[in-house]
């Protein structure tokens, strides 16, 4: 079930696919970034869902086909996935790595770049924090999407933000190639955190609504 979607043609952009991969729901979700004004825009954002009673071939066919329809609709540059995090429950683990596999072969079989992030570092990029609770990590998709509301269901706000952690990381190894070059050429660069950009931009905008 998609929600918030409408498309963009504004030259620059990056198109990022976002994914939570599972089997019974694939969160997943779609953002426009535009780097020359640090900013992140909805696409369309939303979760697969297979029924646990069905075989599991069935379930797997069903997300790597519907994935697949979502990439040649959308037309994202690039896909990120979160990596599984390996708890003790590892029959739950092997479940989701099932769906998983299906989200990357899908992804892969376009031709679109996958890269992989673990939680930890999800809620890094997001919030500062290795450690965040999940609302804190939704509340930073919220604000640096400039969405009316936290994006529901869980699943689909995991997926936006893993589509923020790649675009933060793009834009932290920038700030390092640039500060690489101008220590090189003898002129240290006072880089700003990107995180810390969007959300000061965020409050200028809010005061400005007041």
Same mark, same amino acid.
Not at 18 to 33: E, F, Q, R, S, T
Not at 34 to 39: E, N
Not at 59 to 77: C, F, G, N
Not at 99 to 120: D, I, K, W
């Given at each position: 079930m998609p929600r918030a979607s409408h498309t963009?043609?504004?030259?620059?952009?990056?198109?990022?696919?976002?994914?939570?991969?599972?089997?019974?729901?694939?969160g997943y979700g779609?953002?426009?970034w535009h780097p020359d004004r640090s900013q992140?825009?909805?696409?369309?954002?939303?979760?697969i869902q297979t029924?646990?009673?069905d075989a599991l071939p069935a379930r797997l066919e069903k997300i790597h086909d519907q994935l697949t329809a979502l990439v040649e609709r959308l037309k994202p540059s690039v896909a990120a996935i979160e990596?599984?995090?390996? =708890?003790? %429950?590892? &029959?739950t683990a092997m479940v989701v790595a099932h769906g998983r596999a299906a989200c990357v072969l899908a992804t892969s079989r376009r031709r679109l770049e996958v890269v992989e992030y673990t939680p930890?570092?999800?809620?890094?990029?997001?919030?500062?924090?290795?450690?965040?609770?999940?609302?804190?990590?939704?509340?930073?998709?919220?604000?640096?999407?400039?969405?009316?509301?936290m994006p529901r269901p869980d699943h689909a706000a995991d997926a936006l933000a893993t589509a923020l952690?790649?675009?933060?990381?793009? =834009?932290? %190894?920038? &700030?390092?190639e640039q500060a690489h070059g101008d220590t090189d050429n003898g002129r240290p660069?006072?880089?700003?955190?990107?995180?810390?950009?969007?959300?000061?931009?965020?409050?200028?905008?809010?005061?400005?609504?007041?």
């Amino acid at each position: 079930m998609p929600r918030a979607s409408h498309t963009t043609n504004d030259s620059g952009r990056l198109r990022v696919l976002g994914i939570d991969p599972g089997l019974a729901n694939v969160g997943y979700g779609v953002i426009d970034w535009h780097p020359d004004r640090s900013q992140g825009q909805v696409v369309e954002y939303g979760v697969i869902q297979t029924r646990v009673g069905d075989a599991l071939p069935a379930r797997l066919e069903k997300i790597h086909d519907q994935l697949t329809a979502l990439v040649e609709r959308l037309k994202p540059s690039v896909a990120a996935i979160e990596q599984i995090y390996f =708890a003790r %429950n590892v &029959k739950t683990a092997m479940v989701v790595a099932h769906g998983r596999a299906a989200c990357v072969l899908a992804t892969s079989r376009r031709r679109l770049e996958v890269v992989e992030y673990t939680p930890l570092q999800i809620k890094q990029a997001l919030t500062g924090h290795g450690r965040a609770a999940k609302r804190q990590v939704q509340m930073m998709v919220r604000s640096l999407l400039n969405l009316d509301q936290m994006p529901r269901p869980d699943h689909a706000a995991d997926a936006l933000a893993t589509a923020l952690c790649h675009v933060h990381s793009l =834009a932290l %190894n920038k &700030k390092i190639e640039q500060a690489h070059g101008d220590t090189d050429n003898g002129r240290p660069e006072d880089a700003e955190d990107p995180r810390k950009a969007l959300l000061a931009s965020r409050r200028r905008k809010g005061r400005r609504r007041r």
